[in-house]
């Protein structure tokens, strides 16, 4: 630890990621997004070692994609959901994340437990439409670990934000994943050089807790 104009500075990853002061974010395990990432069940293996070696240790918060009503989403959330959708004509998008679909339900893997919050957002940071920045600087929180899908949106786009803000930002890689292995591996690299990426063996160690088996 150090200080400079009276300032604290954690500069390891026990100081950063002290439970005391730290939130991990579990981004948007929902079953239509897990079914589809390229490494499944390892991913799940690792995650849930994550959230029982820290649960009880610090707060931890589960994000869910919640679509804009109808008549209330952007020309562009529409137009990229057609992108990734392969679709051309907008009419003939598939419904997402509907509200009571399996698709929408978080895996039961990982799934919340009583004492976790559940955040619905509409977007890819975080921090917009949401009440989370207000949240987490109620309770002391300086640095958010981000684990969940998918890399190369919703974790890279919060990760960047959480920068802008002043938090630490942590990306557990082993415990973040993609539909795109070759675009989750070019998000890590990227993020490797804005914000801080650790294995989940090392969060779980500088928590005070034994790393996945």
Same mark, same amino acid.
């Given at each position: 630890?150090?200080?400079?104009?009276? +300032?604290?500075?954690?500069?390891?990853?026990? &100081?950063?990621?002290?439970? #005391?002061?730290?939130?991990?974010?579990?981004?948007?395990?929902?079953?239509?997004?897990?079914?589809?990432?390229? %490494?499944?069940?390892?991913?799940? +293996?690792?995650? @849930? #070692?994550?959230?029982?070696?820290?649960?009880?240790?610090?707060?931890?918060?589960?994000?869910?994609?919640?679509?804009?009503?109808?008549?209330?989403?952007?020309?562009?959330?529409?137009?990229?959901?057609?992108?990734?959708?392969?679709?051309?004509? @907008? /009419?003939?998008?598939?419904?997402?994340? @509907?509200?009571?679909?399996?698709?929408?339900?978080?895996?039961?893997?990982?799934?919340?437990?009583?004492?976790?919050?559940?955040?619905?957002?509409? $977007?890819?940071? +975080?921090?917009?439409?949401? %009440?989370? &920045?207000?949240?987490?600087?109620?309770?002391?929180?300086?640095?958010?670990?981000?684990?969940? +899908?998918?890399?190369?949106?919703?974790?890279?786009?919060?990760?960047? /934000?959480?920068? %802008?803000?002043?938090?630490?930002?942590?990306?557990?890689? /082993?415990?973040?994943?993609?539909?795109?292995?070759?675009?989750?591996?070019?998000?890590?690299?990227?993020?490797?050089?804005?914000?801080?990426?650790?294995?989940?063996?090392?969060?779980?160690?500088?928590?005070?807790?034994?790393?996945? $088996?």
């Amino acid at each position: 630890m150090q200080k400079s104009e009276g +300032i604290v500075i954690y500069d390891t990853i026990e &100081e950063i990621a002290d439970p #005391a002061h730290t939130c991990l974010v579990v981004w948007d395990v929902q079953n239509g997004l897990v079914d589809r990432i390229f %490494n499944k069940e390892e991913f799940l +293996i690792n995650l @849930a #070692a994550l959230i029982k070696g820290l649960r009880k240790k610090m707060p931890i918060l589960y994000t869910m994609i919640t679509p804009p009503p109808a008549g209330f989403k952007s020309g562009w959330h529409i137009y990229s959901m057609m992108r990734r959708f392969h679709v051309r004509e @907008a /009419d003939r998008l598939p419904s997402f994340m @509907a509200p009571g679909s399996r698709e929408r339900e978080i895996q039961e893997a990982v799934k919340p437990e009583e004492g976790d919050a559940v955040l619905e957002k509409p $977007a890819a940071s +975080i921090f917009i439409g949401t %009440n989370f &920045e207000y949240m987490v600087r109620a309770r002391g929180i300086t640095t958010l670990l981000f684990a969940g +899908i998918a890399t190369e949106f919703g974790i890279e786009s919060s990760a960047r /934000d959480a920068s %802008n803000r002043g938090f630490y930002p942590v990306v557990v890689s /082993d415990c973040v994943s993609s539909m795109d292995r070759d675009a989750h591996e070019r998000s890590l690299k990227n993020l490797e050089r804005l914000v801080i990426v650790s294995r989940s063996d090392e969060i779980l160690k500088s928590a005070g807790c034994c790393g996945p $088996a």
